[in-house]
């Protein structure tokens, strides 16, 4: 009966055939895609606790691994995919964390082609699941959630970056996405420990949800979900464990943390321009009149966030054991002002980080009973926000093509889906 109704819903359908079209759409785009960050974490983890190379993450290290991988591009397979990859990464710039390339072991086995197919698949996967997840978690329709996806498929060009370069932002929005949902159950129920162990798992993965943890502790602390907070902490515990043993496995000690961020400090600003696709709000100011802001605006956005959680806390009794929706709401709240934290303050911000935008805005697009004008202000301006982090409709109709200026686009998208966010956390 469900399934007749349905298939005569004619929103369900066309937001289906939409959704289908942009599947379709990314697929293709990913098809033709060289994956240049795809074919740079590829060769790290095949040559990561190899005897000749020490530190992947040093100068000598980083430009003989290159010239090798370039050599090799052009005898051990026919594939002009891979050629393309390989020419740019003369010398090797591995900005991402030694467990990420821990991660790719498995990707890294066969051919290129062969390997970047199951990844492409992985992340197509990846972004259906987290999308539709989240937007259901959240008290979406069916419907808006197709319509959601599609949208995301179709013009958002975070996520158009992401297939084209490789890299693996679509995946870590589908484990967000997973993580939300697990963290979402009952607040003693075990799978709180496994939710935890994946908290810990992505932070050390890529740290940009880094501000998600004093975040999601004061939510729940001044809530009173203390069991909630006690099991994820354990679990944080045991997956950050887990991590590092894997880590140590792999590059043979924990030393390669060490080198990774001495690499990430030696990095000079000539690296991370905003004519490369660096849209970052830091990276704007720094470039516009030569502050170099990043540790103040992390703390200024973190502070903000942290204070909202303040003023939100329960004026009466706290109500320890929260039904999941108001769970899912609140947890998503201080996970996307985490997300947005980074993004409005690190120094390089690629285009397709935005992708970690997108929980703020699926969180401030639903609707809340009785909201009245105020509620459908706050649709609106996320809308409009979302409109300018995709970039995409509104470069094209404005002809916006200069990176400068879709840097302050996409900027003036975050700061309004924060200040929205915010607000959320600070709603008793």
């Known amino acids: 009966m469900r399934l007749t109704k349905a298939l005569g819903d004619p929103v369900l359908l066309l937001a289906a055939f939409l959704a289908g079209a942009g599947l379709v759409e990314t697929w293709n785009l990913g098809r033709r895609a060289p994956g240049l ?30 010239a090798e991988f370039v050599r090799r591009s052009l005898t051990d397979e026919d594939s002009e995919r891979r050629r393309a ?19 790719f072991r498995p990707l890294s086995g066969g051919s290129y082609e062969g390997d970047f197919l199951v990844f492409r698949t992985l992340s197509l996967i990846a972004v259906v699941a987290g999308v539709m997840a989240l937007a259901l978690l959240l008290g979406h329709s069916p419907a808006t959630a197709l319509l959601l996806l599609a949208g995301v498929t179709l013009a958002f060009r975070p996520l158009k970056t992401d297939v084209h370069v490789g890299n693996v932002n679509a995946i870590q929005l589908g484990v967000v996405a997973g993580y939300l949902w697990l963290s979402s159950r009952r607040d003693g129920a075990r799978r709180q420990l496994l939710a935890g162990a994946l908290l810990a798992v992505l932070v050390l993965f890529k740290p940009n949800l880094l501000a998600v943890l004093p975040l999601l502790a004061l939510t729940w602390a001044l809530h009173g979900r203390h069991r909630k907070l006690a099991l994820q902490a354990a679990g944080a515990l045991l997956g950050g464990f887990l991590a590092l043993a894997l880590t ?14 001495e690499y990430l400090r030696a990095l000079p600003p000539a690296k991370i321009p905003l004519r490369y696709g660096n849209v970052g709000l830091e990276r704007l100011i720094d470039e516009t009149t030569g502050l170099r802001l990043a540790p ?3 703390v ?12 939100g806390r329960p004026r009466g009794p706290a109500a320890p054991d929260e039904e999941a929706p108001r769970a899912a709401a609140q947890d998503t709240a201080a996970v996307a002002s985490g997300c ?52 995409d409709p509104v470069a094209d109709l404005a002809l916006m093509y200069d990176m400068a200026h879709q840097a302050v686009l996409t900027s003036a998208g975050l700061l309004v889906l924060f200040g929205l966010t915010a607000r959320e956390l600070a709603r008793p």
């Open 37 to 66: 960050d795809f074919h740079q974490f590829w060769v790290v983890a095949q040559v990561v606790g190899r005897a000749d190379v020490p530190n992947v993450y040093g100068d000598e290290e980083r430009a003989r691994i290159g």
């Open 85 to 103: 990859a390989a020419r740019p990464w003369q010398v090797l710039e591995p900005t991402a964390t030694p467990l990420l390339y821990a991660a």
């Open 248 to 261: 140590a496995a792999v590059f043979g000690s924990l030393l390669a943390w060490r080198d990774w961020l």
């Open 296 to 298: 103040w605006l992390a």
């Open 300 to 311: 200024l956005f973190t502070g903000i966030a942290l204070a909202c959680v303040w003023a």
């Open 340 to 391: 947005l934290v980074y993004l409005l303050s690190a120094p390089m911000v690629w285009l397709h980080y935005l992708l970690l935008g997108l929980p703020a805005a699926m969180l401030l697009l639903r609707g809340t009973p009785g909201g009245g004008p105020a509620s459908d202000v706050r649709r609106l301006l996320a809308a409009l926000a979302l409109l300018a982090i995709a970039v």
